[in-house]
């Protein structure tokens, strides 16, 4: 009997990080009861685990600030079903928008889930069977970049709410700009200065703050709306100088007036050298007709004394040749 050949068979075995991740998938099998949620739903999380595992759960808000910290153990079979918490009325602690609910294990800390989920009003912004339609809310914030220690300025501030200017009267900003506040500028002071109250209705949708800075530096006005449960920023930098623009702006017209002053002269000069050139014009002018006027006359004088000479010579000749003879005579 002839032998067989022997066969060779390859086996490929999935990776170490491919067998982790499916691994990490089979025991840590989390959901969410929906990703869209409105004021008094409740956020429910289930699935399965390792048995007995602690689940760590964390909310963040959408500038990644951590609101809820929760825990809950699994079943003994690994299976887990809670009732993470319920969303509250929208507020500037809890507005609409879009949250990160993060789910951990602390028996495998690499077994992490991130879940997107979205905060909405059902009656405007959106709806809890589907993604939230877009809602806008806009602050504008406009103030001076340079202003005087312990001098009053003012800043002004614009909502609108989908294009439409929010209006609000006095007793209502409170809620609508009350968060506003100022930072300081350095890393060494920590604390803010509070607009609420400070805020007048100026317009629909518009409105106004004096403010007064104590000292020199540079500050962030830093101005937050809150409006049908949606938020809002805007900012500005302010730089705060003891140097009073006053004085600078008066510094400033001071070198316009000598500017001025000089230009004036300046043009008394120009006017001087003008005239001064347009008479040694003339005197040029003048001068030229005189040597004229006496090359003529020269000339005339010339033709008079010529024949007078001639006739001098001639009387000086004919006496000459007189003495001559008479001398002659004599002899």
Known sequence: MAALPIATFLVYLPSAEFASAQDSAERFNLNLSSDVFAPGDT???????????????RLFDPSGKVLRLETFTARSDGTITEQVFVWPEPSKQYPFGIYSLEVRS????????????YYVDITGAGSS????SSASLVVKLDAPTLVSTNSQFRIFVQVTYNGALVNAEDEQLSNL???????????TNATAISLS?????????????????????????????????????????VVASSASIGSVQESVNRLNERLDVTNRSLDQTNASLNTTKNALTQ?????????????????????LILPILVL????????????????????
């Open 197 to 237: 109250g400070r805020f007048h209705k100026l317009h629909e949708g518009l409105y106004y703050a004096d403010v007064t800075l104590d000292r020199d530096g540079s500050y962030i006005m830093h101005s937050i709306a809150f409006h049908n449960g949606f938020l809002s920023h805007d900012s500005r930098v």
């Open 43 to 57: 956020v429910i999380l289930y699935g399965k685990v390792i048995p007995e595992d602690a689940i760590v759960v």
């Open 312 to 331: 001098i010579s001639i009387i000086i000749a004919l006496q000459i040749s007189l003495f001559a003879r008479i001398r002659a005579s004599y002899r």
């Open 283 to 303: 005197f040029a002018q003048d001068t030229s007709s005189t040597i004229g006027q006496m090359r003529d006359a020269s000339g005339q004088i010339n033709g």
């Open 106 to 117: 602390s028996i495998v800390p690499s077994d992490v889930k991130t879940f997107s989920v």
């Open 129 to 132: 069977s589907g993604a939230p």
């Open 177 to 187: 700009l009350g968060s506003s506040h100022i930072h300081f500028g350095d890393s």
